[in-house]
């Protein structure tokens, strides 16, 4: 196998906890050289930092996700600050907006229990926060978009992005939006999960993402590829969610050559190039 990098996962989750030892044998086996773990809320930072200082592949980043920008706690942001002054290399992320979570998400979804779902607006002031940081001091930042890409463009005009780029990660927003995003310095990340039939739109978005501009993510334990495509298994979550095996990287890699009918080593060259770019060595 080429070298691999993973531009997006949640490597820290509890749901991975109970098969650390052989995730990081299999993603080792399957090439991994480095995967951007993103922490979403304040809770889940100290298990960040903890799977970076234990595993060299894993380039640790820290944010507060659309989801929890609701439930923040007074002095959060000068918490955030302080983890990242303590981490000179780490990433700003995941920070972003999310109109789903509002507009189409059921009310018994397992995930949203105990969540204050903070409205766009209050999504974009904590958002903007993060990204100014980000800015300030050219670390890479990550961004969740889901159903909000209008939305997503108009605070791009108006506010600084790092000079150095940032990732829109399992990009799914309109063709029509890729070339604004890119001259704003938008990465784009490509997720096994579109393998998935109804994803056929987002496939073909990908085919047209400039190759500078191009990543590859698992969002694991997130985002399951087809039973078809997944290569390796875990047991689902206790609450009987299915979990994505961040080793399922190499099926997503796979799956972008030959969409974009380019060779696998081609590929895996350019992400390289791409990642290193983005998130430095
Ligand atoms: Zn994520």
């Given amino acids: 196998m080429p070298p691999l990098y993973d531009a997006h996962n949640h490597a820290h989750d509890d749901w991975l906890a109970p098969h650390r030892e052989r995730l990081d044998a299999d993603l080792r086996a399957a090439g991994l050289r480095r995967a951007v773990v993103n922490g979403t809320c304040e809770a889940d930072w100290p298990a960040v930092a903890e799977l970076a200082a234990r595993f060299p592949w894993v380039y640790p980043s820290y944010g507060l996700h659309p989801w929890d920008a609701g439930n923040r706690a007074e002095g ?14 780490a990433a700003v992320g995941e920070i972003g907006l999310d109109r789903w979570i509002l507009d189409r998400a059921r009310p018994d979804d397992p995930r949203l229990a105990g969540l204050r779902r903070a ?22 930042a990550t961004v969740h978009c889901l159903q909000a890409f209008g939305a997503l463009e108009g605070l791009l005009r108006h506010v600084n992005t790092p000079a150095r780029g940032f990732l829109l990660h399992a990009y799914g927003g309109p063709l029509e939006l890729l070339g604004k995003f890119a001259d704003y310095g938008a990465y784009f990340s490509f997720n096994g999960a579109f393998l998935e039939p109804r994803h056929a739109a987002k496939r073909e978005v990908f085919k047209r993402v400039p190759a500078d501009r191009l990543l590859v993510e698992t969002d694991a ?58 998130f430095g060595p």
């Fill in 221 to 278: 334990p997130a985002m399951p590829l087809p039973a078809d495509r997944a290569a390796f298994t875990l047991p689902p979550a206790p609450d009987g969610s299915p979990v994505n095996h961040p080793a399922n990287l190499a099926a997503a890699y796979a799956a972008l050559a030959e969409l974009r009918g380019v060779p696998l080593a081609t590929l895996a060259a350019q992400v390289e190039e791409n990642f290193l770019r983005l």
């Fill in 76 to 89: 959060w942001f000068d918490r955030l600050k302080e983890r990242l002054a303590a981490a000179p290399h």
């Fill in 119 to 140: 409205p766009l607006e209050e999504q974009g002031e904590v958002f903007i926060k993060q990204l100014s940081l980000a800015a300030a001091e050219n670390r890479p």
